[in-house]
């Protein structure tokens, strides 16, 4: 169990922030690198041509190792639809087939699908949340000899159901299907091994569990999949380009791996220093580590809010850092403003009260939202 690492972020201790699956904050570490990344960009006669290609190695470095892929695995992008378009932009679909996604799913992973199946006469195929049972078997039962197609998450955004990613990769594997997955919202908090999972293509945006600046992201590329085409074409793909006088000598190889699919300008001198702060901190506490320390925490929340006839779906059932609490007649309408007024910070998402804590949380944060939730019930 990691103890609460309050003192590493600039959180007032009156503030119960139990939202980071909306924007995680950034550690007084990063905003310091930040801060002197951005003073750097006043001083341009100091940034040199090796700047353009250091920082950005060692931050797909970082996350290669957070999902114990290479560092040539790795791209850096924007956004996590970025990701998503350079993945549906190399995944062949054709007349009849299907593209498997969860109802409800975030439209990151969901409208580039929806385009390459209307432009190939395929179709979409939504997996229904089953009232009883699990949501894996849901989709394993969905998969057959027409899906093309299976894009992902490792757990729900609403309110975290959990996927079991290895037999829906195995079946993805029997079936010959692509694998797509969305890991914005486990990615930093979930374990995730691509050498055992296998996708074709990952994506997560790094402003939520990463902890790091919006604008910021990375792109996992199965290596038999780095042969494919960009969505756009950036000089500093290109092999040589460390070379600036060379550039006006068009060179049509890329650079090795997945760095193909880097987005342009992704050497960002303002951002790429706090996403290495960023990673670092999340690979020093140990990714295990924060997973069994939020799951803890929101057992314990989840235990008392039974008491208020809240309920959330099984610890077994959804990813342990997520916590949806279930109002029988709906969310009502003034909570989320009361819960705001004491200090407490929540999403709601479709019917259910999302409560996403990280290792800044501490019992007294968990005391302040009972608090408030009982006040407000
Ligand atoms: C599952 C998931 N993916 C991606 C995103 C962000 O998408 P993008 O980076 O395309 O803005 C979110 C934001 O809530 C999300 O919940």
Same mark, same amino acid.
């Given at each position: ?77 924007? #956004?996590?639809?970025? !990701?998503? =378009? $350079?993945? %549906? ?11 498997? @996604? &969860? ?13 390459? #199946?209307?432009?190939? !006469?395929? =179709? $979409?195929? %939504? ?11 849901? @989709? &394993? ?237």
């Amino acid at each position: 169990m990691i103890p609460s690492q309050r003192h590493l972020f600039d959180i007032p201790g009156d503030i119960a922030y139990f939202n980071c699956a909306y924007l995680g904050p950034l550690s007084n570490a990063a905003v310091v690198a930040g801060r002197e990344a951005t003073g750097r960009k006043a001083r341009p006669w100091e940034i040199g041509s090796e700047d353009f290609f250091r920082e950005t190695e060692i931050a797909r470095g970082l996350f290669a190792t957070l999902i114990n892929a290479e560092e040539d695995d790795v791209a850096l992008i924007p #956004a996590a639809s970025y !990701g998503i =378009s $350079v993945a %549906a932009r190399n995944t062949r679909l054709a007349a009849g087939q299907t593209v498997v @996604v &969860l109802a409800e799913q975030f439209p990151s992973n969901v409208y580039a699908w929806r385009e390459s #199946a209307r432009r190939a !006469g395929a =179709s $979409v195929l %939504a997996v229904e949340r089953p009232a009883h049972g699990s949501l894996s078997r849901a @989709v &394993l039962d969905a998969l057959d000899e027409r899906t093309a197609i299976v894009a992902l998450p490792h757990c729900h955004w609403a309110d975290g159901a959990l996927l079991d990613l290895e037999s829906i990769a195995r079946r993805c594997r029997e079936l010959g299907a692509s694998l797509i997955l969305d890991v914005t919202q486990s990615a930093g908090v979930m374990p995730l091994d691509v050498k055992v999972i296998q996708p074709d293509f990952l994506v997560a945006a790094c402003y939520k569990w990463l902890l790091g600046p919006y604008s910021t992201g990375f792109l996992y590329v199965a290596p038999h999949r780095q042969e494919g085409t960009p969505i756009e074409f950036s000089w500093r793909a290109r092999r040589g380009s460390e070379n600036f006088a060379g550039l006006v000598n068009y060179e049509d190889a890329y650079l090795p791996g997945a760095r193909r699919f880097d987005v342009g300008e992704c050497a960002n001198f303002h951002t790429i220093p706090a996403v290495i702060a960023a990673l670092q901190q999340i690979l020093d506490w140990g990714v295990a580590e924060i997973a069994a320390t939020l799951a803890a925490r929101n057992a314990d929340i989840a235990a008392r809010a039974g008491s208020l006839e809240l309920q959330s779906l099984d610890a077994g059932q959804r990813a342990g850092h997520f916590l949806g609490l279930g109002f029988e007649r709906g969310v009502p309408e003034t909570l989320l403003a009361q819960l705001r007024k004491a200090n407490v910070y929540v999403s709601v998402r479709g019917n259910t009260l999302r409560i996403t804590p990280h290792v800044y949380n501490n019992d007294a944060d968990v005391e302040r939202l009972m608090h408030a939730l009982e006040r407000a019930m």
